[in-house]
């Protein structure tokens, strides 16, 4: 037994071990047994390349097959409704005589409807509708949500009580009735408005109609509290994380640690958040423009034409089944890209 | 647990109560009256009509006295759609018909939509998951109204199979309640999809295999009750869903119920039937939030009840 | 217990775990030896991501998808583990073999009763009418010092405290008499005078039951506690293996060292600065060739970065596998070859 003076803390006995058995069975190199060099080392870490937040969720969402696909298809119902119209000869209200209740053919590939306007602009604008009012809708729960929450889990406290017991107050307000009956009562009131305003942002109010109005005012009076409450939870949560500690204890204002530090933060959950909120608009809306209370004629969305369709829909069903069709596809992308994204950019929440 | 549910209750009749005023006072926001929309009676027929409706007192008075008559039962007389009959009493007609349809499809949503979620779940990652994973993204994306019409033009052109309008036999709920419940179980299933893979993800449910408890008990015992806690939460908006969805299917399938006679007197701007429905609708939606808060209790018993607001 | 006291209960020979992701296989336990006799209380030691959870999960069946045994045998008196049909996994776990976990917050399932479960877990493996197997929980919870337990018997996991839980766990654990009781990690989520209590527990139960504990943690004081034999994992490998005083004042292994020289120390007399192991652990998904622990050692040599170390026998019951051991005058005879 010999003693190794190996670590310089302590000696280290060894034991004569039988080792030709494990020796035996490798050849070694000249220098196997000389210190390695720190290169050598370092060579066996390896050093992932790092990456920003965007350009990471960029990266999953490139590889979300599903997601690329959907991103797709709905920049191709972009181009549809909004590029689309610049090609057709007629507008979605011209009616041409003659060309009434005319099948699917190269002049009018949708058809005409029983006043000779084709469809095919028809569901281009209805498309365009439902797509503005999802986003404009996103938008307005987007903004009054986003402040609601970040003011109620940032001050905390008292105020935060308070607009909570709000918040669970509006929450059991039962909203689609909400929403039925301010497009019962707004109509005539802004029907007037319409009527003597001249301001040309009124006037493509108007083209949308009064029950669409109320919908977006249902959404700024009810729908913000889902956001309200996601916004209110990720700010309670990075509250108390320990680096808005130390930016608070080294003086950091109110608001250099909301603009710094919780917005950043919350980024990712408020683009989740608002681009799944799209397509429960555009379902919000083309359900209340099938019963017959969304936009007013001749302005079309592809709910109202699916409900103008409803009484022929035996003898001629494509008129049904076309705006259905494009509504649920649109639906369906935004979902899936909406969950693209959220699994991109919140890679805690996949499992 | 009694204080608990009287708590909730006088919280839902002062929500009910702020519900009732918002609307009356909606209501008396179109200009000159609920009469005005027709074409303009004379002014001495249409005094005597407020008269006769109490519609010439101050506007906090008849907020007041449509209160008072509430309470009593009284919601007021139908304007338009069947003159001067009582508002009560056409719903009491109608909403039979539809609860009847409704509950069928909550049933059916929930009865279908939990095991769905549950299977793919348990198999996830093979094809069942899959299969299941497309059809409930489809069915959360495809409005009710689709579902329903598409259904008819099926069943009323190409199969012919099943009844399309009107409740005359059994088989005639059977579309109806299928376009009620198909996104709500959709819905469902994705709702538990997710939270039994939470669930069977969790610590407890690692535990419960290392003490020995069989795979079926593992899933029945520890995983169901705990991933149907997020299914629970859904009740309230679903309830909300199915009056709403509700409101479609009637008018696709023609039936003669609550929804369709409530989109009708919108429509028709039958203000005291719209009024008193919306009032009724709300109070059966706050009601079942109100039975949704049990339940959480004896599932969850997390839920500090008495703490009241939202549970831990 | 001295007739029992040298039953080989468990044999684990080059086991292999690994975990198939999508970014490729990650061999969380890459061939580890070990036996296992009754009495015997044998802490596994290393780091997080060592492998020491996932090697006790597959000898309790317990290893999800993707992860998978890949090679090697476990045997329990004789029996192979690994080729057990799920009911006799099931008969299997708990009843011999049980296990508790590093968590008591979360183990526990919040919708049922602390009797319940307790119950649960003797129900499942005897047949035995309900208000026996309620005797016999109640009697294991005032064996792990609970008091009032018909009382506790009725509460809920939310109800109690972490300590408690914790109890309640064991009190699970022990409820089946089971023969061998894994601890992942017991004490490391609760609060250090409650740590102190739980390992005097179960160190008072090891004595009065007799069974084999196997503890695994990564905090060596608590080894020293409780163990009898400890085994040092690094990236899925045993590193070292000896009873407790061969680790404690013999360590041979570089990694073993650091782990003893980055502990703080109450009886040094200088004092001495601890000294942290340098570097972060090798990524799993791609080991490099070699000792995995070469390129964070201070003594690492050419050879350790190309070819994985042999377990060498350094003593009576003590192995180590590190390069550095193999005896100078075998090198040389390497050098010549």
Excluded at chain 1, 236 to 260: D, H
Excluded at chain 2, 211 to 236: D, E, Q
Excluded at chain 3, 120 to 136: F, G, L, Y
Aim: charged residues 20%; contains cysteine.
């Amino acid at each position: 037994m010999r003693t190794m003076k190996l670590f310089g803390w302590c000696s280290f006995p060894t034991w004569q071990t039988d080792v030709e058995p494990i020796l035996g069975q490798h050849s070694y190199k000249q220098d196997d047994f000389f210190p390695a060099t720190a290169e050598e080392k370092e060579s066996f870490i390896e050093m992932k390349q790092s990456l920003s937040y965007w350009q990471d969720a960029w990266r999953r969402l490139k590889k979300n097959e599903v997601a690329m696909i959907s991103m797709f298809i709905v920049i191709v119902i972009f181009l549809f409704a909004f590029i689309g119209p610049l090609f057709m000869e007629n507008d979605y209200a011209t009616q041409v005589r003659g060309d009434e209740n005319l099948p699917m053919s190269w002049d009018h590939p949708f058809g005409t409807d029983n006043h000779g306007r084709d469809l095919m602009i028809r569901t281009m604008f209805g498309a365009r509708v439902s797509l503005i009012v999802g986003i404009a809708a996103s938008l307005i729960v987007l903004v009054i949500g986003s402040l609601y929450g970040a003011i109620s889990g940032f001050f905390g406290g008292k105020l935060d009580d308070v607009m909570m017991r709000f918040l669970e107050l509006i929450y059991s307000v039962p909203d689609i009735l909400v929403v039925l009956l301010l497009s019962t009562v707004l109509k005539d009131p802004l029907n007037d408005w319409f009527n003597t305003s001249t301001s040309p942002l009124v006037k493509s109010f108007s083209t949308l109609g009064p029950s669409l109005i109320s919908i977006f005012i249902a959404f700024g009076l009810l729908y913000w509290v889902g956001m309200a409450r996601i916004i209110r939870g990720q700010v309670l949560m990075l509250k108390q994380q320990e680096f808005v500690t130390a930016a608070r204890a080294l003086g950091a204002s109110n608001a250099r640690l909301i603009r710094r530090h919780l917005l950043p933060n919350c980024i990712g959950q408020i683009i989740v958040t608002t681009s799944l909120q799209i397509p429960s608009a555009i379902f919000l809306e083309s359900f209340l423009s099938f019963l017959g209370l969304g936009v007013s004629a001749p302005m079309t969305s592809l709910g109202s034409m699916a409900s103008d369709a409803l009484g022929g829909m035996y003898s001629y069903p494509h008129r049904l089944l076309i705006p259905s069709f494009i509504l649920s596809v649109m639906i369906l992308t935004l979902n899936l890209f909406g969950d693209g994204l959220r699994d991109a950019l919140d890679p805690r929440l996949k499992k | 647990m009694i204080k608990f549910i009287a708590k909730r209750f006088v919280q839902a009749a002062i929500i009910l109560l702020i519900i009732t005023c918002v609307t009356f006072l909606l209501m008396n926001l179109v200009p000159g009256g609920p009469f005005l929309s027709e074409k303009s009676p004379s002014p001495q027929v249409l005094a005597a009509m407020e008269a006769k409706y109490g519609l010439d007192k101050p506007l906090l008075v008849q907020m007041k006295n449509y209160i008072v008559d509430l309470v009593q039962g009284d919601l007021g007389v139908s304007f338009k759609m069947q003159k001067n009959r009582p508002v009560l009493k056409i719903i009491m007609e109608m909403f039979p018909v539809s609860a009847k349809i409704g509950v069928i499809a909550l049933i059916w949503a929930i009865l279908f939509g939990v095991p769905m979620g549950s299977i793919a779940a348990y198999h996830r990652g093979k094809w069942v998951d899959s299969v299941l994973r497309v059809v409930t993204t489809l069915g959360v994306s495809i409005p009710g109204f689709v579902v329903a019409t598409v259904l008819l033009i099926l069943f009323g052109t190409v199969w012919k199979v099943l009844p399309t309008v009107g409740l005359l036999s059994w088989k005639s709920y059977i579309l109806p309640c299928f376009s009620l419940a198909f996104y709500p179980m959709c819905y469902i299933g994705r709702l538990s999809r997710a939270s039994m893979l939470d669930v069977i993800n969790q610590e407890y449910i690692r535990t419960a295999r290392a003490k020995g408890v069989s795979p079926r008990s593992i899933i029945f015992k520890h995983a169901l009750r705990n991933s149907f806690i997020p299914v629970l939460t859904y009740l309230g908006p679903l309830t909300a869903y199915i009056l709403t969805g509700g409101f479609v299917v009637e008018s696709v399938f023609n039936i003669p119920g609550l929804g369709r006679y409530f989109i009708q007197s919108i429509l028709n701007r039958d203000y005291p039937i719209i009024m008193g429905t919306t009032i009724f609708l709300a109070a059966l939606l706050i009601a079942m939030n109100l039975v949704v808060d049990i339940l959480y209790k004896t599932v969850d018993p997390r839920i500090d009840l008495t703490k009241g607001g939202e549970g831990a | 217990m001295e007739i029992n006291m040298h039953k080989k209960l468990l044999e684990i020979k080059n086991l292999h775990v690994s975990f198939f992701t999508p970014a490729g296989e990650v061999k969380a336990v890459g061939g580890i030896d070990y036996d296992l006799y009754s009495g015997e209380v044998m802490g596994i030691v290393g780091e997080s991501g060592s492998g020491k959870s996932v090697e006790a999960y597959a000898i309790m069946g317990l290893l999800q998808s993707p992860g998978r045994v890949t090679g090697g045998s476990i045997k329990f008196e004789g029996r192979d583990v690994l080729a057990f049909t799920s009911k006799e996994q099931q008969s299997f776990r708990g009843n011999e073999v049980s296990m508790i976990f590093q968590n008591p917050m979360t183990c526990l399932n919040p919708v049922y009763t602390i009797g319940n479960q307790l119950i649960e877990a003797v129900c499942c493996h005897d047949v035995i009418p309900k208000n026996q197997a309620e005797a016999r929980a109640i009697e294991m919870l005032t064996l792990v010092g609970i008091n009032n337990p018909e009382q506790r018997m009725k509460q809920y996991p939310h109800e109690l405290s972490g300590g408690m839980r914790q109890r309640v766990m064991i009190a699970m654990g022990l409820v089946c008499d089971p023969k061998i009781l894994i601890a992942d990690e017991p004490t490391t989520a609760l609060d250090v005078t409650i740590q102190a209590q739980i390992i005097e527990l179960m160190k008072e139960i090891q004595k009065l039951t007799g069974m084999a504990i196997i503890f695994i943690t990564h905090n060596l004081g608590v080894v020293a506690e409780i163990c009898d034999k400890v085994s040092v994992m690094y990236a899925g490998k045993i590193v070292e293996q000896g009873c407790v005083e061969d680790i404690f004042y013999k360590p041979k292994h570089p990694y073993t060292l650091g782990l003893l020289k980055s502990m703080p120390r109450v009886d040094e007399e200088q004092h001495e600065r601890l000294i942290p192991i340098e570097g972060t652990p090798v990524d799993m998904l791609n080991p490099p060739p070699g000792c995995p622990f070469g390129p964070r050692c201070g003594f690492c040599m050419k050879i350790c970065l190309r070819q994985e170390p042999p377990q060498i026998e350094v003593g009576d019951c003590h192995t180590a596998a590190c390069w550095l051991l193999v005896d100078d005058a075998e090198k040389e005879a390497a050098d010549a070859q």
